[in-house]
């Protein structure tokens, strides 16, 4: 990562199987690398058991006044952020199931993959772009799916999914470029990190052979990415693999 006093990260999502993972793998670096950490980590009620060391921020990203609140406070606790890392996301919950149909296609539903897929995540970003701007060497990762792919895309179904994916990989794409005219522009990228065992993916992945990759093995990949990513990366789609990553090529987005 370079020479620094202390690395600042935020990571939305903080308390699901990759984001809460991803944690553990920064306090790990930290510990091995002796380089202070300051890490902000958002969850979506006060209520959702949380991981010590790590200030946390309650975000609903269905509401936006969550997300001015939560950045209002993170400001008031750092005027730096060297890493931005979105984790959320939402395919299905008490409101309904990925549609396999038209028929099932249901507007609360949909609205939901909307808000927490694309919209949220692009708010949160938004509102911490001051802070992104007075680090040194910014970096935001928001974690996407190649199922948000228009042109790679042959079975259908999960509608509201793979539309509010393929919302958010245009929004990281116009946020890239208009970062890019920052004095010091950011890296910012969308990530495909894969089918990982989570709660998001658990009910689609009982009988997948292979099995899905662990959520520790995703983020070990993602922070080692994160490491080495610079501003040539902005605005890539990066698909993890079992080699690592790779630039998915544009038409795939």
Known sequence: MGLMDSLKVLIIGGTGAIGGELIRRYQEWSLSSGIPLDLYATRRDGLSPVQSGVTWLTVDLRCPETISAAAEKLSSLTTTLNHWVCCSGYLHSEIGSPEKAL???????????FAVNSLGPLMMFQACMALLKAAPLPKAV?????????????????????????????????????????????????????????????????????????????????LSRIQSLGVKDSGHSLRMTVHGFMFLPLMFE
């Open 103 to 113: 028929k099932a296609l249901e507007s609360e539903k949909i609205l939901g993959d």
């Open 142 to 222: 928001f974690l996407s799916a190649q199922v948000g792919s228009i042109e790679d895309n042959r079975s259908g179904g999960w509608y509201g999914y793979r539309m509010s994916k393929a919302a958010l990989n245009r929004g990281v794409r116009c946020a890239a470029v208009e970062c890019g005219r920052w004095r010091r522009p950011p890296a910012v990228v969308a990530v495909h990190p894969g089918t990982t065992i989570s709660g998001l993916s658990e009910p689609f992945t009982a009988h997948r052979h292979p099995p899905p990759q662990t959520a520790e093995r995703c983020a070990e990949q993602l």
